[in-house]
């Protein structure tokens, strides 16, 4: 089951850069997105998520861009810090499905300094 | 600010024996879920908990997952006879009308 996809297991940028993080989907019935940092030992955390109304949402140094059409959407970190560093996971759910939330295998960010 | 908790952080279980896991979820969410992660692998939907009633379950949940929510407070989830392969991180996660907020889960190893 393939249904949220993050083909970049890792990714590596300098502090004060960019960082872009990719998801594809395939379901189109996806209509609410969002995106989860994880640390080692702790649960995921909420970080920003979007609906399939708008195709931007922006939230202080994280905003996040849908492309319906392609079926995909991006994080973009912006500037990175070193406690960006941790693992990212997109997630996808649709309405009428009690919000279950189905994840890719996640991106492990490194900022280095 | 408000969290889930879970308890307890590492449970270690016969095969064969039964297991609950419990969560405390943030005070006004109604919504509850219990997802699992496999070892290297995806975050997996077990179940959804709403009005006091599973809302939706996925296949892993069969006949040996159970959930309840015993008072106002917890919400829990039993696994009655476990196998090797039920092995994994289990995450609880609740919600009111936003995103799902998770506890820092429970990693079930299974002997």
């Known amino acids: 089951d393939q249904q949220v996809k993050q083909n970049s297991p890792s990714l590596s940028v300098q502090e004060g850069r960019i960082s872009i993080l990719n998801c594809d989907y395939t379901?189109?019935?996806?209509?609410?997105f969002l995106w989860y940092k994880k640390y080692p030992a702790e649960g995921p955390t909420f970080l920003i998520s979007i609906s399939s109304i708008k195709d931007k949402n922006e939230d202080g140094r994280f905003t996040v861009f849908l492309n319906k059409s392609a079926k995909h959407l991006s994080l973009h970190i912006v500037p990175s810090q070193p406690g960006d560093s941790a693992v990212y996971f997109c997630?996808?759910?649709?309405?009428?499905?009690?919000?279950?939330?189905?994840f890719g295998t996640g991106t492990r960010l490194q900022v280095t300094l | 600010e408000p969290e889930v908790t879970q308890t307890p952080s590492h449970q270690v279980t016969q095969m064969g024996q039964e297991v609950i896991l419990r969560c405390v979820p943030i005070?006004?969410?109604?919504?509850f879920y219990w997802y699992r992660q496999i070892l290297g692998q995806k975050v997996e939907f077990l179940v959804s908990?709403?009005?006091?009633?599973?809302?939706?379950k996925s296949e892993i949940f069969d006949d040996q997952f159970s959930v309840e929510r015993p008072d106002g407070s917890n919400f829990t989830l039993k696994i009655r006879s476990t196998k090797l392969e039920d092995s994994a991180m289990y995450f609880c996660a609740s919600r009111y009308q936003g995103p799902q907020h998770f506890g820092d889960g429970t990693r079930l190893s299974i002997l």
């Open positions: 379901n189109s019935m996806f209509d609410y």
């Open positions: 908990f709403y009005n006091n009633e599973i809302s939706e």
């Open positions: 005070s006004n969410h109604l919504y």
């Open positions: 997630a996808a759910s649709s309405t009428g499905t009690a919000s279950k939330l189905t």
